[in-house]
């Protein structure tokens, strides 16, 4: 996944402005603790990271 799509689809699911707040500030376990923002800066693969955003988010499966 492009990190131009990973980024539609958060935008899509949060709004564009709290995608953007909820990738900075919100840690999660799933991520090794660490957030959106640093999981990709780390390295994740953005289609791993958007797939723990949809499970701890409750994403629903038919916009995953």
């Known amino acids: 996944m492009r990190l131009t799509v ?3 689809r958060m935008d899509e699911h ?3 402005g709290y995608a ?7 840690v999660m376990t ?3 603790g660490h957030t959106v923002d640093e ?3 780390g390295g994740w693969d953005a289609k ?3 797939r ?10 038919e916009k995953r």
């Open 52 to 61: 723990v955003v949809c499970t701890v988010m409750n994403v629903p499966h």
């Open 39 to 41: 999981a990709l800066a």
């Open 30 to 32: 799933e991520l090794g």
């Open 48 to 50: 791993d990271v958007w």
């Open 14 to 16: 949060f709004g564009a």
């Open 6 to 8: 990973f980024w539609q």
């Open 20 to 26: 953007e707040t909820f990738a900075r500030d919100h």
